[in-house]
C-alpha cells in the first residue's frame, strides 16, 4: 500500500515527538483531506448547470421533501447558516429555479417551493451527479464502500450526539 500524505505528516510528527499519540489526527486528517479532495473535484454535472453543491443541495431538500420548505426549513435540512441559505435562494429565484411566497399570517416567513423547470433540473441532474459519484469511487470495490459507508455513519451518529447538529 503506498503512502498517503497523512501518513507523510505522522512520520514527521512522530520524528519530533515520538511520544506523540496521532491516532486522531490519522483518521480525522484523512476525512479532512478526501473532503477536500472531493470539493476539489467540484461535481462535474453540477458545474456544468451552473449549480453549486450548496445550491443543488437546497434544490434537493425540496424535491425529496416534496413540498414547500422556510428557509429555515432549509437550513436545517441542508445544515447551512441562514445567511447561506437566503443567499443561495436568491441566486437560484434568480435563475427561474425555486419561487417564494410570504406567508398569509406572517409575513416574516417565506415559503419556497420548486418551478417546473427546478423539478426537471433536479430530476436531471441528480442521476448524473450519482454517476458522477460513482466514478470518482470506482477504485474501492462494493465490500469496501459498504464498510466504510457503515462506519463513516457511525462516526458521524457519535459526532452529531456529542457535537450536535443533528436535525432530528
Known amino acids: 500500500m503506498t503512502d498517503d500524505i497523512v501518513a507523510s505528516v505522522?512520520?514527521?510528527w512522530h520524528?519530533?515527538?515520538?511520544?506523540?499519540?496521532?491516532?486522531?489526527?490519522?483518521?480525522?486528517?484523512?476525512?479532512?483531506?478526501?473532503?477536500?479532495?472531493?470539493?476539489?473535484?467540484?461535481d462535474a454535472p453540477l458545474r456544468a448547470a451552473g449549480l453549486t453543491r450548496a445550491e443543488f443541495d437546497l434544490l434537493g431538500a425540496l424535491r425529496r421533501t416534496d413540498r414547500e420548505l422556510t428557509p429555515g426549513d432549509l437550513a436545517r435540512e441542508t445544515f447551512s447558516s441562514g445567511a447561506a441559505v437566503t443567499k443561495r435562494l436568491r441566486a437560484l429565484q434568480e435563475g427561474g429555479l425555486v419561487?417564494?411566497?410570504?406567508?398569509?399570517?406572517?409575513?416574516?416567513?417565506?415559503?419556497?417551493?420548486?418551478?417546473?423547470e427546478g423539478r426537471e433540473l433536479v430530476d436531471r441532474l441528480l442521476p448524473e451527479q450519482l454517476a458522477y459519484e460513482r466514478s470518482v469511487l470506482s477504485g474501492l470495490d462494493e465490500r469496501t464502500r459498504t464498510r466504510l459507508s457503515g462506519q463513516l455513519s457511525e462516526l458521524l451518529v457519535q459526532l452529531e450526539g456529542r457535537i450536535g447538529g443533528s436535525r432530528r
Do not use: F, K, S
Open 15 to 42: 520524528a519530533v515527538n515520538p511520544e506523540l499519540d496521532t491516532g486522531p489526527m490519522e483518521l480525522i486528517g484523512r476525512i479532512n483531506r478526501c473532503a477536500a479532495l472531493l470539493q476539489q473535484a467540484e
Open 99 to 116: 419561487d417564494r411566497r410570504g406567508d398569509a399570517r406572517d409575513r416574516r416567513v417565506a415559503h419556497v417551493r420548486l418551478t417546473g
Open 10 to 12: 505522522v512520520r514527521q
